[in-house]
């Protein structure tokens, strides 16, 4: 019996977080797939920022990185995104790491260790938001080397797509009517799902031409929105973005070789290619530019110092920096735009609220004998009260 009972008792808890691995090489792939609770496997030098807040708000458990975090070349904000929301980060696990773990077995992780019940898989160094904020001073320290080689990278550029930049060569016919109008484009960047919430009210006065660039179609979708373009890799793209009766622009190399063009051919769809060294959303601007739109609002797209710097691609950023050159003042950051339309009060509730009390004075006036001339009154101050709030909350 007593034998028995041991063999029947069950096996104390390994210690560490659990759940399903969901690993691959290429970052994108891994993102599609998350569900909340799943250990992210990803290898991906210099985390950057908008892959982080991914990360985030799929709530994975975890984070195990085969490449290190921050390489020390610039200082990129993804892992302080991961370790400030209480995710786990565990870094520079080595090359191997994506062939010993299998994407959707279980697996554990502990003290930096990632097991598949008690076998180690690969270990890496645990981050703290004491060791990024560490390692983020030095990478600072790297940014002389890295503002060389973007003079550089933007002189070429320069050489490469100046009549693109300067004079709109290349930039595809689209069915979609830019000329005069504003623009509203929207890319997966920071916090861009809770921006685009809050230029609810933007979208519903100036019905501005909406363009999805990649996961940002998908964005619009999510908030209703039917885009008017979409510029994007097609395999970056739900089918429901791909077939909303968009324009589809698909990013081509300078060759005009297009990768994922057939997806929207068999889907029915029509697309054009817009041949360029430029990244999507530098497409996107340039089309909009040239096109003649009167105002560029974007959303998730880099906008500062920090976002600038935390994309770690130099040829990428050429083509950013040159793009909001040329773009000039038609573009505006659409945080600004929210925070405009966060502090504006529409006057009509306030203008009811005040009808609603004056048709009460009336009635009252009126069931005790007041006659024709109360009604008199109460259309003349109701006629001031309306120009007075007017004054004070403009259209």
């Known amino acids: 019996m007593k034998l028995s009972g041991l063999l029947h008792r069950s096996r104390p808890e390994l210690p560490g977080l659990t759940g399903p691995a969901r690993a ?50 610039f200082p990129n904000l993804g892992p302080q995104v991961l370790v400030e929301a209480g995710i786990p980060l565990v870094d520079d696990c080595g090359p191997d790491t994506l062939r010993a773990v299998k994407d959707g077995i279980r697996v554990r992780l502990h003290d930096g260790v990632l097991y598949t019940g008690e076998q180690p898989l ?69 916090e861009h799902v809770s921006v685009l919430k809050q ?47 968009a324009d589809v622009v698909v990013p081509a ?68 920096f040159l793009t909001r050159l040329q773009a000039g003042g038609t573009v505006v950051d659409g945080v600004m735009i929210a925070q405009m339309y966060r502090s504006r009060t529409s006057f009509a509730p306030l203008l009811l609220l005040i009808a609603a009390a004056v048709v009460a004075v009336v009635v009252a006036v009126l069931v005790s004998g007041g006659g024709p001339a109360v009604l008199d009154w109460a259309g003349a101050v109701f006629a001031t009260v309306r120009s007075w709030v007017s004054g004070w909350f403009p259209a």
């Open 199 to 245: 230029l609810k009210g933007y979208i519903k006065e100036y019905r501005p031409v909406l363009v999805g660039v990649g996961a940002g179609a998908d964005a619009l979708v999510a908030a209703r929105y039917k885009p008017d373009l979409v510029v994007a890799d097609p395999s970056e793209v739900s089918n429901q973005a791909l077939t909303c009766g």
């Open 253 to 320: 190399f300078p060759d005009g070789h297009a990768p994922g063009l057939h997806r929207v051919q068999d889907l029915g769809a029509s697309a054009v290619t817009f041949p360029s060294m430029a990244n999507p959303e530098d497409l996107a601007l340039l089309l909009a530019h040239h096109r003649g739109a009167s105002m560029i609002v974007t959303v998730g797209l880099s906008a500062s110092m920090a976002e600038f710097l935390d994309r770690g691609r130099s040829g990428s950023n050429a083509s950013t």
């Open 122 to 190: 690969c270990e890496g160094r645990e981050q703290t938001e004491d060791t990024v904020a560490d390692a983020l001073d030095e990478a600072k320290q790297g940014l002389t080397h890295q503002l060389e080689a973007f003079a550089a990278n933007t002189t070429e550029f320069m050489r490469r797509e100046r009549s693109l930049l300067l004079d709109g060569h290349g930039v595809p016919e689209v069915d979609v009517d830019l000329d005069g109008r504003p623009v509203l484009v929207v890319a997966a960047g920071f």
């Open 24 to 73: 691959d090489r290429r970052t994108e792939n891994v993102l599609r797939r998350l569900r909340p609770g799943d250990i992210a496997v990803i290898d991906q030098v210099d985390l950057d920022r908008a892959t982080a807040d991914a990360l985030v708000s799929a709530r994975v458990a975890a984070v195990v990185n085969a490449a290190p975090s921050i390489s020390g070349r």
